[in-house]
């Protein structure tokens, strides 16, 4: 059986949007997964002053992984590409997440899903938006549309 999951895919670091990219091909990789969409890549400014513009899109992924092994994948892609944790919201070579995985809801220590915060992150809403019908729910039953509404375009790029 497989889900559809969606990722979140950002870099601020060392050509970000080849590292984009390379991500996308690595996650067409990964055992057990194939990648059906992929979102246009945005730039947009980080949540943090002083560093660089981030570039983000986001994956849909088929996936037979349980979400926790998605998740391992997923951060062993970011450390093939050079990610070093230093400090939460640094600057990134990659960044992966997963911001829904089918119909599920998950709160465990390792991961929250729909993603935490991306109700409040254009470069994470309109992407996905991209990807997914009109009418589109996240599991949390909060439809993508309202979302969108009160979540603007506003510091975004679409390259």
């Known amino acids: 059986m497989t889900t559809r999951a969606y990722i979140g895919l950002g870099s601020n670091l060392d050509a970000p949007a080849e590292q984009l990219t390379s991500a996308l091909q690595a996650l067409d990789q990964v055992d057990g997964t194939r990648l059906a969409a992929a ?30 092994a998605l998740l391992d994948a997923l951060q062993a892609i970011e450390n093939g590409q050079g990610r070093v944790r230093k400090e939460r919201w640094g600057p990134r070579t990659l960044d992966l ?37 009109d009418d589109f729910h996240l599991a949390d039953g909060r439809p993508l549309a309202q979302l969108l509404e009160a979540c603007p375009f506003v510091g975004l790029e679409r390259l």
């Open 39 to 68: 979102s246009a890549l945005y730039t947009s400014d980080s949540l943090l002053p002083g560093q660089p513009r981030y570039t983000n899109a986001v994956a849909a992924l088929d996936t037979s992984l349980e979400p926790l």
């Open 97 to 133: 997440d997963i911001l829904l995985f089918g119909d599920q809801v998950i709160d465990v220590p390792r991961l929250q899903v729909p993603h935490y915060h991306m109700h409040a992150r254009p470069f994470v809403l309109y992407p996905l938006a991209e990807l997914v019908a």
